[in-house]
């Protein structure tokens, strides 16, 4: 019975297969007679819908008339010259691994690549203007990204220091000086969630680029992908701490802004001290004193990386403006636009974009004075800095910190907040935020009033008021919070969930933590300290910080997205990474092989899903299937499934019979085709079987007997 009706099923499922089939075949040889009709009369009314013989030759027209006339067209479309054109296709092809596709060679490639980043020419633009598909125009995008990442041992300068005889007016005062490093922000798109870390003091939303310029404006490091919010100091000493990352020999420094601490490898000018190049410009005195010359000296000479950034941003409008590229494919792109400046700057002798760069160029103050301090100061660096300025009293006085005057005691005792009192303000700090009074990078105004007013009606003989509690209270949170944070984000350090103290698996790295980071750079070791709000906080409890992680946490910059360039052709050969295209493609769903019972059949899978077998691949051109496709792979799993089934039962029935055959051939008794005919007869009912194998010997002995007398009764 078992097996009839395990046949029945199987023909039930074919029958529906086929019928499925049927259907399925009727509609594409109706989609095919629909479209050979419309091809008939197309062709009558003498209208093409394609013609492979006059599309190529407007490609190539397209191109010729970019590359082949003159250089000035040249450097219009593409901001280089056809010899240069030429070069960088060359070694695209045979260092960059860029290959030629069956339709689209590796110039039209470049080509287009360079227009986008130039004039920031949207997909839909460039594929109306090339002839070519958006599909097409994306991919062929992203592998030239790609392989331009992968020039950057080429393409990168290698700073020189300046040397002792050095005759150049702006240089010859900085011996073993290896340039210019400066930060700049460059316009990016985000998620609204991730708007309040990527926002600057001016409330744009950009991402803070890191650039160390050599003497000739060339680039030597670009660190690009932190959010707009961090500062300058920050960016610095993650450039210093990676392990790829800006490498200072020992007596080589850079010059820096007052952004940035005075320490070994970065000189900074005198603060409080004329500076930028317009001050010397409208002011009509010369230097009076030494800082003031040495300031003179130190922004001549840094504004080498201004104008380095002037002329990055000058020919690829793409940097100069907000692009839909995701955050990945954006910092790359930024790091290609670097590569290639320096790429024109050595093969073209003469670029007619850097005459329109000013000599000096002021920078743009984006520095927050709350964030200088964070690379530890060096005595003997401020002495030569002092001797360098040739007053070494005057400067090493005029250097050093202001001291503070220690404040008079009032008599009054600081305030102590109560449990209560603190779980009353997280409370409604949380509220605050859920009823919209978060602004991108802190509340909204009145929110400390809102504040009070709760914490008077929880205490309301309180005198805790908001300019002088409140506020003090939220700020103290907020850092707290931050070292917290960047806490959980090193190894090693975990937050208990009962007494919610600091778990540190040695006083090794907790000491790492709060003095000292020892990063080892070349020949040099440069020392930061990380956080002097650590020192006291180790044993200390923190219930609160899963609240302040829903209120603080959207405005910390975590510099998660901040690329290298040996990180991102790591990243190239990482087969998980997939790079998008500025336009949205429609994701299908795709059919993968998977076992089925000893065979193969293909299953769909969405987007979203992941298969051990094969990767997803999403196409424009084609449409998602409907639901008679999706009935007919089920039912044909289905029939997989019960074949599998089938298979499975008859290797165990087979067993099984030589089981039972072993069982009887011990009872001589028994001749040949009495054992066949009754080891057919146990395998066939399985009730009997396993009645059969709970018997003694002797009680087997009596089953078969009757079994081959004919009076045994199944059942």
């Known amino acids: 019975m078992d097996e009839c009706t395990e046949h029945e099923e199987l023909f039930v499922l074919l ?59 040249c450097v219009d479309y593409l901001r280089m010259d056809r010899n240069a054109f030429g070069r960088l296709c060359y070694l695209l092809e045979n260092v960059g691994g860029l290959v030629s596709t069956k339709n689209v060679q590796i110039p039209e490639q470049v080509a287009y690549f360079l227009l986008v980043l130039a004039h920031h020419t949207k997909n839909r633009i ?191 409008a793409i940097l100069r403006s907000h692009s839909f590229y995701p955050i990945k494919v954006h910092n790359r792109i930024i790091m290609a636009c670097c590569l290639l400046q320096n790429y024109i700057r050595s093969e073209m002798l003469l670029d007619p974009l850097e005459a329109q760069v000013p000599e000096y ?88 009033g809102i504040l009070e007013h709760v914490m008077l009606q929880a205490f309301p003989l309180t005198d805790i008021r908001q300019e002088s509690h409140i506020n003090s209270k939220v700020h103290v949170w907020k850092k707290n919070y931050g070292t917290l944070a960047t806490m959980m984000t090193r190894s090693g350090f975990t937050l208990n969930s009962t007494p919610y103290t600091i778990e540190v698996e040695s006083d090794e790295a907790w000491d790492n933590f709060v003095k000292y980071v020892n990063t080892f750079v070349m020949y040099i070791i440069v020392y930061f300290q990380t956080d002097n709000n650590a020192r006291m906080m180790r044993y200390k409890s923190w219930p609160f910080y899963t609240q302040w992680r829903d209120i603080f946490g959207k405005d910390r910059a975590t510099g998660g ?26 994701h299908t769903p795709t059919f993968h092989l998977v076992d089925c019972g000893g065979s193969r059949l293909f299953t769909s899978m969405t987007p979203g899903e992941s298969s051990a077998t094969g990767k997803g691949k999403s196409s424009k051109k084609r449409k998602s299937i409907d639901d008679g496709d999706d009935r007919f792979i089920e039912l044909f799993s289905m029939y997989c499934e019960k074949i599998s089934d089938i298979a499975k039962r008859a290797d165990e029935a087979s067993n099984q019979r030589k089981v039972v055959f072993d069982a009887l051939d011990v009872m001589k008794e028994l001749g040949v085709e009495e054992k ?26 009596v089953m078969v007997k009757i079994i081959v007398e004919g009076r045994y009764r199944s059942g």
């Open 126 to 316: 460039v594929k109306n203007g090339f002839k070519r598909f958006g599909h097409t125009i994306s991919k062929d995008f992203n592998a030239v990204l790609n392989a331009i990442i992968k020039l950057h041992p080429l393409l990168l300068s290698n700073s020189e220091p300046v040397p002792d005889d050095s005759t150049n007016d702006r240089w010859k005062w900085f011996k073993g000086c290896l340039g210019a490093l400066d930060g700049t922000h460059i316009p990016i798109r985000v998620p609204v969630t991730d708007k309040p870390r990527y926002r600057n003091m001016k409330g744009d939303i950009v991402v803070n680029v890191l650039g160390v310029s050599d003497t000739n404006m060339k680039f030597v490091y670009i660190l690009t992908g932190w959010e707009g919010s961090a500062a300058d100091s920050w960016v610095l000493k993650d450039v210093v701490a990676r392990v790829h990352g800006l490498q200072v020999p020992n007596g080589n420094y850079y010059l820096c802004d007052g952004g940035y601490t005075n320490c070994d490898g970065f000189l900074t000018p005198y603060r409080g001290v004329r500076y930028h190049t317009r001050d010397w410009v409208t002011c009509p005195f010369p230097p009076q004193n030494c800082t003031e010359f040495f300031n003179k000296t130190h922004a001549k000479a840094r504004n080498v990386i201004e104008r380095a950034f002037g002329l990055l941003k000058m020919p690829w």
């Open 15 to 73: 029958e529906e297969i086929l019928s499925h089939s049927q259907i399925l075949l009727l509609a594409l040889y109706r989609v095919y007679r629909a479209r050979k009709r419309r091809r008939i009369l197309l062709d009558h009314v003498g209208h093409h819908t394609y013609s492979l013989t006059t599309r190529v030759p407007k490609q190539l027209e397209i191109l010729h008339d970019i590359i082949s006339y003159t250089d000035e067209i």
């Open 361 to 448: 160029v002021d920078p743009v103050e984006d520095h927050d004075v709350d964030y200088i301090e964070q690379v530890e100061t060096s005595e003997e660096w401020a002495s030569w800095r002092d001797n360098l300025a040739r007053s070494i009293t005057m400067a090493a006085n005029s250097s050093r910190a202001r001291k503070v005057p220690a404040r008079e005691h009032t008599g009054k005792s600081r305030r102590v907040w109560s449990i209560a009192e603190e779980k009353v303000l997280v409370s409604a700090m949380k509220d605050l935020v859920a009823r919209g009074y978060k602004a991108d990078n802190g509340f909204k105004t009145g929110y400390l």
């Open 676 to 701: 066949i005919s009754v080891s057919k007869f146990l395998v066939n009912n399985t009730k009997d079987l396993e009645l059969f194998f709970s018997l003694t010997e002797a009680n087997k002995s």
């Open 561 to 586: 997205n901040a690329e290298g360039f040996v990180k991102a052709v790591q990243g190239l050969f990482n087969k998980d990474t997939q790079i998008q295209s500025e336009d949205e493609h429609e």
